[in-house]
């Protein structure tokens, strides 16, 4: 087996019992970077060097990251590494300190192998928004890897790193990982702290792993999660290991299969391979049960309002003054205008638009305010249905990856790439995508497990038992 297909428990074990060093991992790592990411894109920014010496330093310490290398969305600032968001605006930006969730993987001592591509700012669902290349879908380089975390799910998959972190807004984890065939989670809102992501929409956006397997993300999860004073958001609350519950038994656990999820237009590879993993999942002794999300339809459209509302407050910050890109002009306004038209690409000012649109008096009742009432009906939803249920089993996205250029001059169908993950960003509930099937194109489909408020032990076990039983995991797409 080659050494940059290990995931991180593996690497961990051998590590450990001195079969190969962490210098040997990472100069393994690099060799693949050099052979595929010519054609698959994944990176903004490649750390070798640095990389190389931290692995070289590694000392024998036994945390679970110690050694191991990664990659790391590039919209957490990493101090004295470039951060772009892939975006011209900040083509140049090196952060001055480091974020709270890359911090902890510090602690512990992890390899940063690099930063990786992304829809500018974190806004699209097929990474072809960067302001730097077009990530490629390892499965199918002519298809899209989803977003936004585009990059870091490509990077998993095509073995360029051992796992990645990614940001997920309205499934910017989930719907790259089930795009690209691994394991994508994201955590409950203020389970793990925001300082250092550079915000898109604040009371969305949520960092969490990408990964080879289910327990390599419980891995993960275990080191960046946990209160922050740093980040007014986060939940100060114990944080479990979350790798005891993997390995125990699902029998009686009831999983709510929302009819609203099942829908006309979705693919129908995807619709088989969910109901099988369904079946799957009853056979090992969990009990399907239908329930009903009724205001799931209103999801998209409050979603696309809140959140380019708070991205036109967040995106006010660059005006070419304090960092980052400035275009001179005649004067303080001209030079503000100039900086954002050079430095923000089309969908970024479409969306500043929209939101800037959506606050401005007289539209802010109409438009602002009935969007956060939706918001609360659906969460009010989910918390009924979790009245009933233990999770809630769903699609991860209507279809497959998506060809390069299918859907770029359509927002709106873009968009509805999201549907069936936006809700859970809304709910502020943890969810996860794990492989479920492959089309008979053979392009990876994943299965979506929602849990209540800060039980991710409760998906993580379904997802380790699910996993367990099925081989779609095991499989590498050919480059």
Not at 34 to 43: A, K, N, P, R, W
Not at 68 to 89: E, F, H, Q, W, Y
Not at 139 to 158: K, L
């Given at each position: 087996?080659?050494?940059?297909?290990?995931?991180?428990?593996?690497?961990?074990?051998?590590?450990?019992?001195?079969?190969?060093?962490?210098?040997?991992?990472?100069?393994?790592?690099?060799?693949?970077?050099?052979?595929?990411?010519?054609?698959?894109?994944?990176?903004?920014?490649?750390?070798?060097?640095?990389?190389?010496?931290?692995?070289?330093?590694?000392?024998?310490?036994?945390?679970?990251?110690?050694?191991?290398?990664?990659?790391?969305?590039?919209?957490?600032?990493?101090?004295?590494?470039?951060?772009?968001?892939?975006?011209?605006?900040?083509?140049?930006?090196?952060?001055?300190?480091?974020?709270?969730?890359?911090?902890?993987?510090?602690?512990?001592?992890?390899?940063?192998?690099?930063?990786?591509?992304?829809?500018?700012?974190?806004?699209?669902?097929?990474?072809?928004?960067?302001?730097?290349?077009?990530?490629?879908?390892?499965?199918?380089?002519?298809?899209?890897?989803?977003?936004?975390?585009?990059?870091?799910?490509?990077?998993?998959?095509?073995?360029?790193?051992?796992?990645?972190?990614?940001?997920?807004?309205?499934?910017?984890?989930?719907?790259?990982?089930s795009f690209c065939g691994v394991v994508g989670l994201k955590p409950t809102y203020g389970r793990v702290s925001r300082y250092g992501l550079v915000a898109f929409a604040s009371s969305l956006d949520q960092i969490g792993p990408i990964t080879k397997t289910v327990k390599d993300s419980a891995i993960l999860l275990n080191v960046i999660s946990g209160h922050d004073a740093c980040d007014s958001t986060s939940a100060d609350l114990p944080v479990p290991d979350f790798t005891s519950v993997l390995g125990q038994d699902i029998k009686g656990m009831r999983l709510g299969v929302p009819k609203e999820y099942f829908i006309a237009g979705m693919d129908k590879e995807v619709e088989e391979s969910v109901k099988q993993a369904i079946s799957k999942l009853e056979s090992l002794g969990a009990i399907p049960v239908e329930i009903s999300l009724p205001h799931t339809e209103y999801a998209v459209a409050a979603y696309y309002i809140l959140a380019t509302s708070e991205a036109s407050s967040n995106l006010a910050r660059y005006d070419g003054v304090k960092y980052g890109l400035r275009v001179e002009g005649k004067d303080l306004i001209d030079m503000y205008m100039n900086t954002r038209e050079a430095g923000f690409g089309a969908e970024v000012k479409r969306r500043i638009i929209l939101g800037t649109y959506a606050l401005s008096s007289g539209y802010y009742d109409a438009y602002y305010k009935k969007a956060q009432q939706v918001r609360t009906l659906i969460m009010n939803d989910f918390g009924k249905a979790f009245e009933k249920v233990d999770a809630i089993v769903t699609p991860t996205a209507p279809n497959p990856a998506f060809k390069v250029g299918e859907k770029a001059d359509d927002p709106l169908q873009m968009y509805l790439a999201d549907i069936f993950t936006i809700s859970v960003n809304l709910a502020g509930a943890p969810g996860i995508s794990i492989p479920c099937g492959f089309t008979s194109q053979n392009l990876p489909m994943g299965l979506q497990i929602i849990g209540k408020h800060f039980d991710e032990e409760t998906i993580l076990k379904i997802s380790y038992a699910y996993e367990q039983s099925t081989d779609w995991h095991k499989r590498k797409p050919k480059l």
């Open positions: 087996m080659e050494l940059y297909s290990l995931n991180i428990q593996e690497a961990r074990t051998a590590i450990d019992k001195g079969e190969i060093t962490p210098a040997e991992l990472t100069e393994a790592i690099f060799k693949r970077i050099e052979t595929v990411e010519d054609i698959i894109q994944s990176f903004v920014t490649i750390n070798k060097e640095n990389a190389l010496l931290q692995a070289k330093a590694a000392g024998n310490n036994r945390h679970p990251l110690s050694g191991i290398p990664l990659a790391i969305k590039d919209n957490m600032c990493t101090k004295g590494v470039r951060t772009t968001c892939s975006s011209k605006i900040l083509e140049n930006f090196v952060p001055p300190y480091e974020g709270t969730a890359t911090s902890k993987l510090k602690e512990q001592g992890y390899i940063l192998i690099g930063k990786t591509n992304l829809d500018e700012f974190a806004m699209g669902s097929s990474t072809e928004n960067s302001a730097f290349v077009t990530t490629r879908n390892p499965w199918d380089i002519t298809r899209v890897p989803g977003g936004s975390s585009g990059g870091s799910a490509a990077a998993v998959a095509a073995d360029m790193c051992l796992a990645a972190l990614g940001s997920d807004t309205g499934g910017s984890i989930r719907q790259p990982a």
